[in-house]
Antibody, heavy 117, light 110 residues
Framework: EVQLVESGGGLVQPGGSLRLSCAAS????????MHWVRQAPGKGLVWVSR????????NYADSVKGRFTTSRDNAKNTLYLQMNSLRAEDTAVYYC??????????WGQGNLVTVSS | QSALTQPASVSGSPGQSITISCTGT?????????VSWYQQHPGKAPKLMIY???NRPSGVSNRFSGSKSGNTASLTISGLQAEDEADYYC??????????FGGGTKLTVL
């Protein structure tokens, strides 16, 4: 069974940093591209980033480019999202997802990040 | 990276069919056959319902179907059931090698 479990969220002050993790199991992690998608409270889904199988290529939404970094450790079956210079508008539930032709096939349960003073 | 355009809400009675549209541009929906659709119930993670415009993942009911014409993709749900009441989102791969979502459509089953 495919499982994706996010962790690392919480409350952070504006301008602060946070690193989210996504532990994958039930499939060969190194064979799949992976996504991060976020959803602000009461709002719609917003794509954040995508990383290729070996971590050598990443793409980001304009709203996070230069502030967020996606990486992966295939030996640990774990995806990461390093978030720096956080803003109030980054407050959201963050989901990791397994890629299927640029779609998000399997999703984690989500992890809430709150940016507030 | 402007969001794809979806109607804010649609509704239908049990047993009826409804269609949700998703309008993009020649740089996203019109450029590739990488359009997908998601269902999200309140408080739950999204679920992939359609990928590659019209393909259904294993386990998704054949009451859900997708299509595309030009810059507009569509999701059709036939034989509406109460459990179909949810938010629906489309997404597309773009020429910038990014992904863009639609704003979401709330489906109400009357």
């Amino acid at each position: 069974e495919v499982q994706l479990v996010e962790s690392g969220g919480g409350l952070v002050q504006p301008g602060g940093s946070l690193r989210l993790s996504c532990a994958a199991s039930g499939f060969t992690f190194s064979s799949y591209w992976m996504h991060w998608v976020r959803q602000a409270p009461g709002k719609g889904l917003v794509w954040v980033s995508r990383i290729n199988r070996d971590g050598s290529s990443t793409n980001y939404a304009d709203s996070v480019k230069g502030r967020f970094t996606t990486s992966r450790d295939n030996a640990k079956n774990t995806l990461y999202l390093q978030m720096n210079s956080l803003r109030a508008e980054d407050t959201a539930v963050y989901y990791c997802a397994r890629d299927l032709n640029a779609a998000a096939e399997y999703w984690g349960q989500g992890n809430l990040v709150t940016v507030s003073s | 990276q402007s969001a794809l355009t979806q109607p804010a809400s649609v509704s239908g009675s049990p047993g009826q069919s409804i269609t949700i549209s998703c309008t993009g541009t020649s740089s996203d929906v019109g450029a590739y056959n990488y359009v997908s659709w998601y269902q999200q119930h309140p408080g739950k993670a999204p679920k992939l319902m359609i990928y590659d415009v019209s393909n259904r993942p294993s386990g998704v009911s054949n009451r859900f179907s997708g299509s595309k014409s030009g810059n507009t993709a569509s999701l059709t749900i036939s034989g509406l059931q109460a459990e179909d009441e949810a938010d629906y989102y489309c997404s597309s791969y773009t020429r910038s090698s990014t992904v863009v979502f639609g704003g979401g459509t709330k489906l109400t089953v009357l």
